[in-house]
């Protein structure tokens, strides 16, 4: 991982007309320095700057071709309203590269600018908030003919070396409150914390030292839809209530309403998918699976008893994965107290999801008027009681396993053929509108776990699941006589259940459990011989 970075302007360049003492050039020297320290404590990370001193100059297009070879590329700086003081505009602006059809790096700036800009402006403070831009040149710059070339020289260097570029314009000097803020050298350093740790879970980089990240990390979620968000976190709050007698469907609901399904910036930045505070209810508790320092810095709005919102900076926990996100959960909901006496008592073991959640509000666990009812109809829309944990044994139930639920049947498909490729005996059932691809169906739930274990040895991401559904043949359409007995001549079968039709009564029940009939079948096949 290669990054090369640009202070924006040289010697003493751009003074304030708010705050006398302000130079953009010495701000962002500063600033893009403590960006590059940052980055260099990642393994892997090279950072190169586009001037050896604050004193040279050096072009628009030269600086943003010095990326070459580089993963990315950003140029530092602050913006300005005119020549004079401007109070009422202090918003943050990332640029990013324009839409360009022959090159994937301006999809890589864009998704960085979106990332960066409200994070900035959380840190900065800035009410206006932050927004992502681009702007296309009037002409064509690299005279290919193609209208599509960056207006700003550093882009336009960037992008003609294949560089995915960016311009960060932190605020405006032109308003006295943010030229101050850019002033406190403690500022720039927390300011220049948080970019980095942006760009550290987008490239999903690994701290010096620190251990390889385990378990589910939420930015796995960013681009599934909300159905198979479902399907894929539903097993660990059902291990998680096995664990902690807390019911799965609450926790999930929560999960869903606070990190809406994962993708809530705290949840991607920081795998936090509860909003869970760096303190809270003013008491430790036992079983904290949070390393104690890791934290978030972000903007969140509070609703106030008399029904508004107020805006607050507050700090929050960061975990290295999700499952320990729900783990620290569960340990705060059992041990956080208020006084000598269990904040949420009666928690564990509730198995009437309505009483549980009722609770959890009771003991000030959220200030949203109508927390209560908005857990209950997302538990209800997705039936999200399937994934509690049943008392009374496990007698009757099939722990089934499953690799993935699709919208679309053509990818659930290609998911079964990929499966059996790997030797799988796969099969695809639809429930609840949605295609999902199952391999195995066991009454003893170790057996699952021995075949979720060699599944995921393959590079699979799997869970157990008892919920089952209609059997779906691969083909979109029922296959003439004369195609199924060609599939058995060649030892192939397009129902996915089956690697194929099977012989004498094996294929006789298959061919019927499918509509066919056998003997017709087998003229057909008799024919090709």
Same mark, same amino acid.
């Given at each position: ?11 003493? #360049? ?9 130079? $953009? ?24 700057? %586009?001037?050896?001193?604050?004193? %040279? ?21 602050? &913006? ?12 943050? *602006? ?13 999809? =890589?700036?864009?998704?960085? *600018? ?11 403070? +800035?009410?206006?908030?932050?927004? %992502? ?8 710059? &690299?005279?290919?003919? =193609? ?26 000097? /032109? &308003? ?15 300011? +220049? ?18 251990? /390889? ?34 019911? +799965? ?52 709005? $509070? ?5 508004? #919102? ?69 538990? $209800?829309?997705? &039936? ?10 496990? %007698? ?92 058995? #001549? ?27 009939? *056998? ?7 008799? +024919?090709?011989?």
């Amino acid at each position: 991982m290669k990054i090369c970075i640009d202070a924006g302007h040289y010697g003493k #360049y751009n003074r304030s007309p708010a705050v006398a003492a302000y130079y $953009e050039s010495d701000m962002v020297w500063k600033l893009h320095l403590l960006q590059k320290k940052y980055l260099e404590q990642y393994e892997g990370v090279t950072v190169i700057t %586009t001037r050896p001193n604050q004193a %040279t100059d050096k072009g628009l297009f030269e600086r943003g071709a010095c990326s070459a070879g580089c993963d990315l590329f950003i140029s530092d700086h602050s &913006n300005a309203v005119g020549n004079g003081v401007n109070e009422s505009v202090d918003y943050v *602006a990332v640029y990013h590269l324009v839409d360009d059809t022959t090159t994937k790096v301006d999809d =890589i700036s864009k998704e960085i *600018a979106e990332r960066l800009a409200p994070v900035i402006a959380e840190v900065m403070g +800035a009410s206006q908030g932050g927004r %992502t831009v681009t702007r296309k040149s009037d002409g064509d710059r &690299n005279g290919d003919g =193609i209208m599509n070339d960056n207006y700003y020289g550093v882009l336009h260097g960037a992008r003609m070396v294949n560089t995915p570029g960016l311009i960060l314009e932190h605020s405006f000097h /032109t &308003n006295t409150k943010m030229t101050n803020w850019l002033l406190n050298d403690a500022n720039l350093d927390k300011l +220049a914390k948080a970019e980095v740790e942006v760009l550290a879970a987008y490239f999903g980089l690994k701290k010096k030292g620190e251990a /390889t990240k385990t378990g589910l990390q939420a930015t796995d979620l960013k681009n599934l839809s909300d159905e198979q968000v479902i399907a894929k976190v539903g097993a660990l709050f059902t291990a998680d209530q096995e664990k902690t007698g807390i019911l +799965a469907s609450v926790s999930f609901a929560q999960f869903i309403l606070e990190s809406g399904y994962g993708k809530s910036e705290l949840a991607q930045n920081a795998n936090n998918c509860f909003g869970m505070k760096k303190s809270l209810s003013g008491n430790t508790w036992g079983g904290s699976s949070w390393d104690g320092s890791s934290i978030y810095t972000k903007q969140t709005k $509070e609703q106030n008893p008399d029904g508004t #919102y107020e805006t607050i900076t507050a700090d929050f926990r960061k975990y290295p994965c999700v499952e320990d996100s729900i783990a620290d959960h569960s340990a705060y909901l059992l041990g956080a107290k208020n006084g000598s006496e269990l904040r949420y008592a009666g928690l564990k073991g509730c198995t009437d999801y309505k009483k549980a959640i009722q609770i959890i509000k009771d003991g000030g666990y959220a200030t949203s008027l109508t927390y209560v009812e908005k857990l209950c109809s997302i538990i $209800e829309k997705w &039936n999200l009681t399937q994934y509690d944990v049943k008392s009374g044994g496990d %007698t009757d139930v099939m722990y089934r396993v499953q690799v993935g639920a699709y919208s679309k049947k053509e990818n659930a498909d290609n998911q079964v053929k990929k499966l059996k490729s790997d030797g799988f005996d796969t099969y695809l059932i639809q429930v609840d509108g949605l295609y999902k691809v199952q391999v195995g169906a066991y009454s003893v739930k170790t057996n699952a776990e021995n075949m979720i274990a060699k599944l995921k040895a393959k590079g699979y991401d799997c869970f157990i699941t008892t919920k089952g559904g209609q059997a779906v043949s691969e083909a979109s359409k029922k296959k003439s006589v004369e195609e199924i007995a060609k599939e058995i #001549y060649h030892g192939q079968c397009s129902d996915s259940r089956w690697d194929t039709w099977g012989n004498g009564d094996t294929r006789v029940e298959r061919l019927t459990a499918v509509g066919y009939d *056998a003997d017709e079948v087998q003229k057909a096949v008799n +024919a090709l011989f």
